[in-house]
Nanobody, 117 residues
Framework: QVQLVESGGGLVQPGGSLRLSCVAS????????MGWYRQAPGKQRELVASISSGGSTNYADSVKGRFTISRDNAKNTVYLQMNSLKPEDAAVYYC???????????WGQGTQVTVSS
């Protein structure tokens, strides 16, 4: 099974930037979708951005123009560049991996992003 290890979370002021990283290891399927979800206290987990193994991307309306998802297949790593951060972006961010061959979704442990002045 695939393992996901996230890093890059932390405290940032409104308007600041952070870059999250997620390294996948284990049984990695070549055809897949990786992405980032987030969950704030009292709210449902929501999809922030996703990127397929072919490079196609999708973004939540709330982050379009501010966040950029990318991946390096050679390093089995996905990134989330977050710019112009807002207090409402504060949440635990989870990396995800979905293998299309077995339709199984795997989650990372999450990394905390705090946006506060």
């Amino acid at each position: 099974q695939v393992q996901l290890v996230e890093s890059g979370g932390g405290l940032v002021q409104p308007g600041g930037s952070l870059r999250l990283s997620c390294v996948a290891s284990g049984s990695i399927f070549s055809i897949n979708v990786m992405g980032w979800y987030r969950q704030a206290p009292g709210k449902q987990r929501e999809l922030v951005a996703s990127i397929s193994s072919g490079g196609s991307t999708n973004y939540a309306d709330s982050v379009k123009g501010r966040f950029t998802i990318s991946r390096d297949n050679a390093k089995n790593t996905v990134y989330l560049q977050m710019n112009s951060l807002k207090p409402e972006d504060a949440a635990v961010y989870y990396c995800s991996f979905f293998g299309l061959s077995n339709n199984k979704l795997t989650w990372g442990q999450g990394t905390q992003v705090t946006v506060s002045s």
